[in-house]
């Protein structure tokens, strides 16, 4: 983000769906090259503060953005907050930081923990490209608790609608994607998971971007790490699903 070493023509932003699932190996071309920035655990309010804050003001503008929409990102699970990352951050931002927000402590805190370091043991760093770090296959995926809706889903529809007017004021073209999700079977009979999303995605129609729909693009448990986020073989069936959608309903490629 702050050293320019890529400059990507397609920006990749959303939680660890992505970081898992997106490879920019896959998505690239000769003159088109790919990054993805997705983060653990990022809301739309905290991917908005990021945007706004460091991407605008550090990092060139790309052509295309692909913005990741899950039900997750309304939930309790998603709580990263800006403070969390500062020992990622410029000397002068860190500084201006900590001496305005309110969660000062955790800046000062997370900029010197040598805890903070540390990975998640079962992703495979070895073949960490751009941004795009993959789980293994497994014998059968984890298991996960279905995260209920936050009290402040009105407030992250918000943050997600101005994140994408800021990406379109920045003649970015915004692409929102959904990602396949391996669901327990009494959430697929109850249907929760589907009249969320489909409610979600009507309150969004009226940003008039393309919306990519993979909820039902995989469903064997072979490709899924947990019952969230592919594993390596799943990441390469969306990847590419993926750019042959981006050839046919962009022009990022021509």
């Known amino acids: 983000l702050f050293d320019h070493s890529i400059k990507a023509d397609i920006a990749i932003f959303g939680s660890s769906k992505l970081i898992r699932a997106l490879d920019p190996k896959i998505l690239e071309e000769d003159n088109i090259s790919v ?53 990622f951050y410029p000397l002068s931002e860190f500084i201006n930081l900590t001496i305005h927000s309110s969660n000062w402590k955790e800046s000062l805190l997370k900029r010197t923990a040598l805890l903070n370091r540390a990975k998640d043991c079962n992703e495979l760093t070895e073949l960490t490209y751009n941004g795009y770090t993959p789980y293994p296959r497994t014998e059968k995926p984890k298991v996960l608790p279905y ?80 019952l969230e986020h592919l594993n390596m073989e799943g990441a390469k069936i969306v990847s590419q699903k993926l750019k042959d959608d981006l050839l046919r309903l962009t022009y990022i490629y021509n």
């Open 35 to 87: 990054y993805n920035f997705g983060i653990e655990a990022a809301s739309p309010e905290y991917t908005y503060n990021w945007y706004t804050n460091f991407f605008r003001e550090y990092y060139p503008k790309p052509r295309l953005v692909i913005l990741d929409i899950n039900w997750s990102m309304f939930t309790e699970f998603s709580f990263r907050k800006i403070e969390q990352d500062s020992r």
């Open 147 to 226: 995260p209920e809706l936050s009290d402040n889903f009105d407030t992250q529809l918000e943050f997600l609608k101005k994140l994408i007017h800021k990406i379109k004021e920045d003649n970015a073209e915004v692409v929102l994607l959904i990602m396949p999700e391996l669901l327990r079977e009494e959430i697929k009979k109850e249907d929760v998971f589907d009249k969320n999303m489909n409610l979600l995605l009507s309150d969004l129609e009226k940003e008039k971007v393309i919306t990519l729909d993979y909820r039902n693009l995989i469903e064997a448990d072979t490709m899924f790490y947990d």
